[in-house]
């Protein structure tokens, strides 16, 4: 990215002038633009050609750092291991600890409007103290920051022979705007079918000449965050029509049994008052053993011994001690309808039995209602002989357990992502809208504890991101990618900026 901007020359102009402030001048620099500038961007190309003896000491400026915060984690950058007291100001600590060494040094921070007031007061004490040494050091201080606050704090600034300087990142030309485009688009291998001339002149109209508002679009692309259309709306009106038959024609079936039961009923009452019809003469003992004489032998007419029972009811005649050579028929509504002819063996035999006041055999009950009998010894019996050549029944199979859930992943802290420098890039390796997404992610390709997991929003919605790595430029986050195993290359990642990462965790 940085040699991408290198090549626009009013990029280039600008860095060269700092450049030589820098290394020659040692200035107080308030570098201001409009919000998407490119500031960022800018330090970013001048921290690539800045020459090896000066030493860098940066710091991206967030909302919730305090001042006592700040001058910790300048300090630190100063020398190794400092020994100093956070609530003093930097000029106390910051030359006590580079006592006797001339040092060639560049403050840069960036964002610093968002840092406390009294920033930038204590930055121009410690250059008037320098000014103040027999041998003062290279110090120069570049701050970053909107044009209304440069312009106010530039103001306040007095006491010193060389007076701060206010550099404003002018917007790109529309040629250049065109150029940063497309050698941009190139570099994250976007698709040309991403980029009609439609949607190129959208871009470049609505970035206004600055190079952070048209990577963001590239971004924005390449992260698939472009409006869908809007799908078609339900036929609500149909649905709840079709919903409304369906219930009703459930309803009606419901009723259904109802009348059937009520038909039943009637059929059964209107039976009991009618004559029955011609037995048909089928023994129980031996079905299927009865002939066309036999059937004949009886009529409903004759008088005598040989009426018809029509149910076997408690309070039904008792039948006579002595059974003659005829055949007795009864029939009974008791067992759905079936039509029961008894014999005359049978009735000498119920007559003879002390313990049966009427009623039919429990075996014949059993085979007429279709009951399972009460096994006797013989039975059993049988079922052991038969058992023993019968198949073996096969276990079942117990269900497969459950998969456990997979386990959380916690959300990286913010300020642990807002301390990157905002040139450097991770890797994106996944998003999704839900955690679970995330700790299943996580768990498959066994990336617990080698990643930051941030929430951002997407269109409207939360939205996690799964990020991996801290390299100093884009070309190290490609070589990374490249070494990753084949299951996450399939996610296609792509490196991304800490300095996108920082916007999106503020939506």
């Given at each position: 990215?940085?040699?991408k901007l290198l090549?626009?020359?009013?990029?280039?102009?600008?860095v060269?002038?700092l450049l030589?402030l820098?290394?020659?001048?040692h200035?107080?620099?308030f570098?201001?633009?409009?919000?998407g500038?490119g500031r960022g961007?800018?330090?970013?190309?001048?921290?690539g050609?800045?020459p090896?003896t000066?030493?860098?000491v940066?710091l991206?400026?967030?909302?919730?750092?305090?001042?006592?915060?700040v001058?910790?984690?300048?300090l630190?950058?100063?020398?190794?291991?400092?020994?100093?007291?956070a609530?003093?100001?930097?000029?106390?600590s910051f030359?006590?600890?580079?006592?006797?060494?001339?040092s060639?040094?560049?403050?840069?921070?960036?964002?610093?409007d968002?840092l406390p007031?009294?920033?930038?007061?204590?930055?121009?004490?410690l250059?008037r103290h320098n000014?103040?040494?027999?041998?003062?050091?290279?110090?120069?201080?570049?701050?970053s920051?909107?044009?209304?606050?440069?312009?106010n704090?530039?103001?306040?600034l007095k006491g010193?022979?060389?007076?701060?300087l206010?550099?404003?990142v002018a917007p790109?030309?529309?040629p250049e705007q065109?150029?940063?485009l497309y050698?941009?688009?190139k570099?994250?291998?976007?698709?040309?079918?991403?980029l009609?001339?439609?949607?190129v002149?959208?871009?470049?109209?609505?970035?206004?000449?600055h190079?952070?508002?048209?990577?963001?679009?590239l971004e924005?692309?390449?992260?698939?965050?472009?409006p869908?259309?809007?799908q078609?709306e339900?036929?609500?009106?149909k649905i709840?029509?079709?919903?409304?038959?369906?219930?009703?024609?459930?309803?009606?079936?419901?009723?259904l049994?109802l009348?059937d039961?009520?038909?039943?009923?009637?059929?059964?009452v209107?039976?009991e008052?009618t004559?029955?019809?011609n037995?048909?003469?089928?023994?129980?003992l031996?079905?299927?053993?009865?002939?066309g004489?036999?059937?004949?032998?009886?009529?409903?007419?004759?008088?005598g011994n040989?009426?018809v029972a029509r149910?076997?009811?408690?309070d039904?005649?008792?039948l006579?001690?002595?059974?003659?050579?005829?055949?007795?028929?009864?029939?009974?509504?008791?067992?759905e309808?079936?039509?029961i002819?008894?014999?005359?063996?049978?009735?000498?035999k119920?007559?003879?039995?002390?313990?049966?006041s009427?009623?039919?055999?429990?075996?014949?009950v059993?085979?007429?209602t279709?009951a399972?009998?009460?096994?006797?010894?013989?039975?059993?019996?049988?079922?052991?002989?038969?058992?023993?050549?019968?198949p073996?029944?096969k276990?079942?199979?117990a269900?497969?357990?459950?998969?456990?859930?997979a386990?959380k992943?916690?959300?990286?802290p913010?300020?642990?992502?807002?301390?990157k420098a905002r040139?450097?890039?991770?890797?994106?390796?996944?998003?999704?809208?839900n955690?679970q997404?995330?700790d299943?992610?996580?768990?498959?390709h066994?990336l617990?504890?080698k990643?930051?997991v941030?929430?951002?929003r997407f269109?409207?919605s939360?939205?996690?991101?799964?990020v991996?790595g801290?390299y100093?430029n884009?070309?190290?986050a490609?070589?990374?990618i490249?070494?990753?195993?084949p299951?996450?290359?399939?996610?296609?990642?792509w490196?991304?900026?800490?300095a996108?990462i920082?916007?999106?965790?503020?939506?």
């Amino acid at each position: 990215m940085t040699n991408k901007l290198l090549k626009l020359p009013s990029q280039r102009q600008l860095v060269d002038r700092l450049l030589h402030l820098i290394e020659f001048n040692h200035p107080f620099i308030f570098l201001c633009g409009k919000p998407g500038s490119g500031r960022g961007t800018l330090c970013e190309s001048l921290l690539g050609r800045l020459p090896d003896t000066v030493r860098v000491v940066s710091l991206i400026g967030s909302a919730a750092m305090k001042m006592a915060d700040v001058r910790q984690l300048l300090l630190q950058q100063v020398v190794a291991r400092p020994l100093f007291n956070a609530q003093d100001a930097l000029a106390d600590s910051f030359f006590r600890m580079l006592e006797g060494q001339s040092s060639a040094l560049l403050l840069l921070i960036e964002r610093a409007d968002e840092l406390p007031a009294e920033l930038a007061g204590e930055l121009w004490a410690l250059c008037r103290h320098n000014d103040t040494l027999e041998h003062p050091h290279k110090l120069a201080i570049v701050l970053s920051g909107g044009d209304v606050w440069c312009r106010n704090q530039k103001a306040g600034l007095k006491g010193r022979a060389m007076p701060a300087l206010e550099l404003e990142v002018a917007p790109l030309s529309a040629p250049e705007q065109r150029i940063f485009l497309y050698e941009k688009a190139k570099e994250l291998k976007i698709p040309t079918a991403l980029l009609p001339k439609l949607k190129v002149e959208e871009i470049l109209n609505g970035a206004n000449g600055h190079p952070s508002a048209i990577m963001q679009s590239l971004e924005d692309i390449m992260t698939d965050r472009r409006p869908k259309k809007r799908q078609a709306e339900l036929p609500v009106k149909k649905i709840a029509t079709v919903l409304a038959l369906a219930a009703a024609g459930l309803l009606a079936l419901s009723y259904l049994p109802l009348f059937d039961d009520k038909g039943k009923e009637d059929s059964q009452v209107s039976s009991e008052g009618t004559a029955l019809p011609n037995p048909v003469v089928v023994d129980p003992l031996n079905a299927g053993g009865v002939s066309g004489a036999q059937a004949s032998a009886t009529s409903p007419g004759e008088p005598g011994n040989n009426q018809v029972a029509r149910d076997w009811q408690p309070d039904a005649k008792t039948l006579p001690k002595k059974v003659e050579s005829e055949t007795v028929t009864t029939e009974s509504t008791n067992y759905e309808g079936r039509r029961i002819v008894i014999s005359d063996e049978v009735v000498e035999k119920l007559m003879k039995q002390p313990n049966v006041s009427g009623a039919l055999p429990t075996a014949v009950v059993d085979e007429l209602t279709g009951a399972e009998p009460v096994p006797t010894p013989a039975m059993q019996q049988s079922a052991v002989k038969a058992q023993g050549s019968a198949p073996v029944a096969k276990p079942v199979v117990a269900a497969e357990p459950v998969a456990a859930p997979a386990p959380k992943v916690a959300l990286t802290p913010v300020a642990t992502l807002n301390k990157k420098a905002r040139n450097h890039y991770s890797i994106q390796l996944m998003g999704a809208s839900n955690t679970q997404a995330v700790d299943s992610f996580v768990a498959e390709h066994g990336l617990a504890g080698k990643v930051w997991v941030y929430k951002t929003r997407f269109r409207g919605s939360p939205w996690y991101v799964v990020v991996q790595g801290d390299y100093v430029n884009s070309t190290q986050a490609k070589a990374a990618i490249r070494k990753l195993s084949p299951a996450l290359l399939k996610g296609q990642p792509w490196p991304k900026s800490f300095a996108q990462i920082q916007k999106e965790l503020k939506q």
